[in-house]
């Protein structure tokens, strides 16, 4: 298992490397991010579609839940019935966020790993506007200052972070639960203890996510 992990994460270094020799290092990982977020789409679609079906189907799902609130056998046979009348399950959306993990895992591990497949990750030796991309924010305080080029560029990134984090945050509804609308500002958390070159990846990608909620997502009331 080690062994093919480690030949997928040396393919996409080398691809990441190779874009990097073109066009930077740090436009080869939003290059890199978006290409596996493309891929993904498909089934970015799919998961839309069994959140949009599991959203038409609540407020006849919540009066089972009140009709059979004495009877869980039944309310699990009707409920199961209800969502194959409408094409769906309780389940639908799982399989193609689980199948997105691995991809994720990998595009992490390229941006986090100081060795790839026994190799120095040079990746993480370049620079994004002048800072080292292997660079932690508590190092880029260290080394000059909160206010410091380095610590600001991270500043920025996270202020980005968190205007997506708002965006998302606020397309969820007041309807969910607030800990669950809290959820996208842990990237900022994240971003703070990774180093800049997975804070880029995460800044891209959850900017892809932000806008894949607001296009295929239903906005809750």
């Known amino acids: ?45 799919r998961q839309a579609r ?64 100081a060795t790839i497949a026994g190799h120095p990750n040079l990746l993480l030796a370049q620079s994004a506007l002048g800072v080292p991309l292997g660079e932690h924010f508590a190092a880029a305080v260290a080394g000059g200052g909160l206010f410091g080029a380095p610590a600001l560029v991270f500043l920025g990134l996270f202020a980005l972070l968190a205007v997506l984090a708002y965006v998302t945050s606020r397309h969820m ?12 500002f842990g990237t900022i958390l994240a971003a703070a203890f990774l180093p800049l070159a997975a804070g880029l990846y995460l800044l891209v990608s959850t900017a892809w996510s932000a806008a894949e909620r607001a296009v295929l997502y239903p906005r809750p009331a």
Not at 10 to 26: K, N, P, Q, V
Not at 173 to 184: F, I, K, M
Request: net charge positive; glycine share 6%; aromatic share 10%.
């Open 173 to 184: 509804g007041e309807a969910q639960p607030r800990l669950l609308r809290l959820l996208p």
């Open 1 to 45: 298992m080690s062994a093919i992990l480690d030949a997928v994460l040396g393919s996409a270094y080398r691809l990441i490397d190779a874009l990097g020799s073109l066009t930077g290092a740090a436009f080869a990982i939003i290059l890199f991010t978006l290409a596996v977020r493309l891929l993904l789409l498909p089934l970015s679609v």
């Open 50 to 113: 069994a959140a949009r079906a599991r959203l038409r189907v609540a407020p006849k799902v919540q009066a089972l839940r009140e009709r059979y609130a004495r009877d869980p056998e039944r309310l699990y046979r009707e409920t199961a019935k209800l969502y194959a009348a409408e094409g769906t399950s309780t389940f639908a959306g799982i399989g193609p966020a689980l199948a997105q993990a691995p991809f994720f895992m990998i595009a992490y591990r390229v941006f986090v790993s």
